[in-house]
Structures are given as structure tokens and as C-alpha cells.
């Protein structure tokens, strides 16, 4: 049987998110994705073995998140790093003028999740 991903919604095509709940990493992708108004279809490595054995089998790891990118040759780009993914995603869905943010210092959670 295939697994399915988490995501009902229609999703953006060519990406796929390898993730699970309660890793703050993710939700760090997560909440990009809700400030860029985006929908990534979600594959949770702890509830779907096979999408575990897919990023293991890619990326040597099963480190999360991941970002799995079908590019328009048909290569497939596997991007770790949590700030990785959110600066493509802020680069490819963002505002155009949107300033990148300086690094101010001391912990902030918004700053955290913001990336
Ligand atoms: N620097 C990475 C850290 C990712 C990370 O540590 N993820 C944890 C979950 S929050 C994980 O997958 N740990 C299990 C493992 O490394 O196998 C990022 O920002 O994405």
C-alpha cells in the first residue's frame, strides 16, 4: 500500500516536507509556510515507515525536516537545515521587497520559529 501524506489540501507541486509533530525544527518550516500563505504536502516519518526508509535511503539520515524539491530537470534536491528551507522558501514564495532580517542578539522563541 502507498503511504499517504498528512496534507488533504491541494499542494504546492514538486515539494514534499519530511517532518513529524513535535519536532521544533519543523515547526520552524511550518510556520514559514503559514506566514507565506503555502501549502507543502507533509510526509511524518514516525507515523509512514516507507517515508522514513525514502529519506534515510536519500539523505544517509533520518534527521527532520527535510526538504525533498523535484526540479525542472526532473533531479531531485534533498535540503536539510531547517534555515535552509524557510530562506528558499522566503525566496521562492516571499515578497519580492521583503528585507532579510538582521541577527539581533539573546533567545527569542519568534525569532526561533521565524528562522
Ligand atoms: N540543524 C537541524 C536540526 C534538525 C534536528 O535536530 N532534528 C531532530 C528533530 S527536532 C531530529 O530529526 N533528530 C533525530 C535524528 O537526528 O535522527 C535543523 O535546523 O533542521
Known sequence: MQPT??????????????HYYGCFYC???RHAMGELGILIEERNILEQPAFRRE???ATG?????????EQADGSVHWMP???????YLRARFGEEDAQ??????????????LG
Do not use: K
Not at 498528512?6 to 516536507?17: R, S
Not at 539520515?61 to 524539491?69: A, D, F
Open 55 to 57: 529519506l534515510r535511503d
Open 27 to 29: 515547526e520552524r518550516v
Open 81 to 87: 537545515e531547517s534555515r535552509d528551507i524557510v530562506r
Open 5 to 18: 501524506p498528512d496534507t488533504a489540501f491541494p499542494t504546492i507541486a514538486g515539494l514534499q516536507l519530511y
Open 61 to 69: 539520515r533520518s534527521t527532520v525536516p527535510v526538504l525533498r524539491v
Open 100 to 113: 532579510p532580517q538582521g541577527e539581533p542578539e539573546g533567545f527569542s522563541l519568534e525569532r526561533f520559529l
